[in-house]
């Protein structure tokens, strides 16, 4: 089946500091999604972004499917910025989703 | 968006009881659902699609008679997580398909933590 491997899987920054996450898959997809999991588990959407380019806010996501890669930009962070960032795709011929191994972040205050 | 609700948020047993968790879609009717278990620190795993009217369709590797899923409705699936161990500790989730902005995508419920002692 499809892999989907993030990266990094850590990441510390001080508040105001810019970063990239980075979401490889092996296989062609339909869909991809990005999750904020915040640390009372909820998962929010912040993406659908199966190609192209996407903003909204401090917040940007860029997709580029022939290369089997997402990335998610975060902009002048926040301590509500922390928790857990998921990637999630479809492959093609499925309706599953397929979670990332996720980068895991916290912003220092 | 849809709302999607689990019941309860979290729940404590003994070991070798059964745990109930609700799903429900309260805005919305949904043919399907999914379950999906999350450990610590690990990512979301697909665990099974729930029917409505039909049995649930499970991931390789997750004992059916051991998770039972029922859709009894267009609203509602439940999880029972049977003779539960201290292994079974974990987050469940469940999801409902959608649309938002004219393409597909996937509305969360809030989860539920399950402590089996």
């Known amino acids: 089946g499809i892999q989907v491997e993030q990266s990094p899987p850590d990441l510390i920054l001080q508040e105001g500091a810019n970063s990239t996450l980075r979401c490889n898959f092996s296989?062609?997809?339909?869909?991809l999604q990005w999750f904020h999991q915040n640390p009372w588990g909820q998962l929010i959407n912040l993406f659908y972004?199966?190609?192209g380019t996407k903003q909204n806010g401090r917040l940007s996501a860029t997709t580029v499917a022939t290369e089997r890669y997402s990335l998610l930009y975060i902009s002048s962070s926040q301590t509500t910025d922390s928790g857990v960032y998921f990637c999630?795709?479809?492959?093609?011929?499925?309706?599953?989703?397929?979670f990332g191994t996720g980068t895991r972040l916290k912003v220092l205050a | 968006g849809a709302v999607v609700s689990q019941h309860p948020s979290r729940v404590i047993c003994k070991s070798g009881t059964s745990v109930k968790i609700e799903c429900r879609s309260l805005?919305?009717?949904?043919?399907?659902m999914f379950w999906y278990r999350q450990f610590p620190k690990q990512s979301l795993m697909l665990m099974a699609t729930?029917?409505?009217?039909?049995?649930?369709?499970?991931e390789q590797g997750v004992e059916k008679d051991k998770f039972l899923i029922n859709h009894a409705s267009l609203t509602l699936s439940t999880l029972t997580v049977t003779s539960a161990h201290p292994e079974d500790s974990s987050f469940y989730i469940c999801?409902?398909?959608?649309?938002?902005?004219?393409?597909?995508?996937?509305?969360f419920g809030p989860g539920t933590r399950l402590l089996v002692l």
């Open positions: 999801s409902v398909p959608g649309r938002s902005g004219g393409l597909e995508t996937q509305y």
């Open positions: 296989d062609s997809v339909n869909n």
């Open positions: 972004i199966p190609s």
């Open positions: 999630a795709v479809v492959a093609s011929g499925t309706y599953k989703y397929i």
């Open positions: 805005d919305f009717q949904a043919t399907t």
């Open positions: 729930s029917n409505e009217g039909s049995k649930a369709t499970y």
